[in-house]
């Protein structure tokens, strides 16, 4: 057992012994989110644990996430690794070149958007389930019924074209070792429908992280290895990563977390982004072995998803910001070249947050999309780009709940109405 994995070991067994009332979230929700406060300090641990078995989970995410970066250069926390599987990268200079024809498209924004809550009436906080929302007033309009009565959601993505792919596992502890996976669509009124067996219906493993490219012909799954037996998470480096073809039903599988790695996920529930020809994946990951884990150690990356490529080449560091400044949420253009980044930064007693788009090569400054202050940061916010990648869902930034973003324009939407508190994974 390597250095960082007895951190992890011990986290969780301490996070277990002294879970006390103010640690739990409002409304029972199923993970602690991770909210910093000004004075606490931006090295604030990152993980804050609701319940034994939530600490549990945030754990093993940890763990079972442990990445690719091994030794190779370490930098500010991360390697750019070169080479003919980042060829096609450009070093882009304007945002408008992270788009096809270096032009953003002017699509409206899509009329709804999917959050994936706590289930009310859920076996145990491990039980998820689908709503569908209004992206102009925030209303619920609808859910997601599962086919089986014995299956909750575990994660959801669009695949463009108002096709959406949802993975659903059993419930924590007795989940088996399957995920199955399901399509569906909506209706004019926003209500889920048509749900049906997506190509592959379903594979090994704990459904952890799902993508879905904006073309609509790749899905990448994440799931974690099961141990038969035991109702607690273990440190396991046999996961797997599988992208699915959806015209073929082809699937390539790789390990993503080797032993010896770096990096650690910022999620408990990761929600990683995939460009929308499927070939790169974004994601925020604390790099290195920082003492503690805090929100100024978290960067952005991006991995590789297609072809034969070498496991130390899928990954490549896009932002490591200046100390005291951390990233919330990482999402690639559609192809790639420029990636939007969130990030946020404690001075004077206020957090002060942005939205900017980087060159993902070179990790260059673009164009600042949207800033905002607040006197506390939701760590457990994100971006979702629509499948066009003209406008991206806004979750925990500033005082706003959930909010659409016009790249364009850099118009920032709040719908009329809120969530009581942040989805679990979302898509558009």
């Known amino acids: 057992m390597n250095t960082l994995e007895e951190r992890l070991r011990d986290a969780y067994r ?3 012994d002294t879970v006390t009332r103010e640690m739990d979230p409002p409304d029972l929700t199923a993970v602690g989110r991770r909210t910093f406060v000004p004075g606490t300090g931006s090295r604030g641990k990152v993980i804050r644990y609701a319940a034994p078995l939530a600490a549990a989970a945030s754990v093993a995410a940890i763990t079972l996430t442990l990445s690719v970066v091994a030794t190779i250069g370490h930098g500010h926390g991360g390697v750019r690794p070169a080479g003919r599987g980042w ?7 304007k945002v408008a070149q992270g788009y096809s024809g270096a032009r953003i498209p002017s699509t409206a924004r899509p009329r709804y958007y999917l959050g994936m809550q706590n289930a009310p009436h859920g076996p145990t906080e491990y039980a998820f389930t689908i709503y569908a929302y209004s992206s102009a007033t925030g209303q619920r309009t609808g859910e997601l019924t599962l086919p089986r ?6 994660a959801v993505a669009s695949l ?3 096709t959406y792919v949802v993975a659903a596992t059993k419930d924590w502890p007795r989940f088996g070792c399957r995920s199955w996976l399901y399509q569906f669509s909506l209706t004019a009124a926003g209500q889920p429908t048509g749900v049906k067996p997506f190509v592959v219906p379903q594979v090994s493993g704990w459904a952890r992280q799902l993508g879905g490219s904006g073309n609509g012909r790749m899905a990448v799954l994440t799931t974690s290895a099961c141990v038969r037996g035991r109702t607690q998470p273990m440190n396991s480096h046999n996961d797997h990563a599988i992208a699915i073809s959806v015209p073929w039903g082809k699937t390539t599988t790789w390990s993503p977390w080797p032993r010896g790695s770096n990096l650690v996920p910022e999620n408990e529930f ?3 982004n995939l460009t929308a020809n499927g070939r790169m994946l974004g994601f925020v990951a604390i790099a290195g072995q920082p003492q503690p884990f805090g929100l100024e150690d978290q960067a952005a990356y991006v991995m590789r998803t297609a072809g034969h490529v070498a496991l130390a080449g899928r990954y ?12 919330i949420a990482a999402a690639p253009s559609p192809n790639g070249q420029v990636t939007f980044v969130m990030t946020a930064r404690s001075h004077g007693g206020i957090w002060h947050e942005t939205i900017c788009a980087y060159s993902t090569k070179t ?23 629509d499948p066009s990648g003209s406008h991206l869902l806004v ?32 898509a558009w």
């Open 87 to 93: 060829a096609e990268l450009r070093q882009a200079t």
């Open 14 to 16: 301490a996070a277990a």
């Open 363 to 385: 990790g260059k400054l673009l164009r600042v999309l949207a800033s905002t202050s607040a006197n506390s940061v939701e760590a457990g916010g994100y971006l979702v780009p």
């Open 316 to 327: 490549r560091l896009v932002l490591k910001p200046e100390a005291g400044t951390g990233v």
């Open 395 to 426: 979750l925990g930034f500033g005082h706003y709940n959930t909010a659409m973003l016009d790249v364009a324009t850099h118009r920032l939407t709040v719908p009329h109405t809120q969530p009581g508190y942040l989805p679990l994974g979302a």
């Open 160 to 162: 463009g074209n108002g």
């Open 149 to 154: 009565t014995d299956l909750w959601a575990r």
């Open 270 to 272: 990761p929600t990683g």
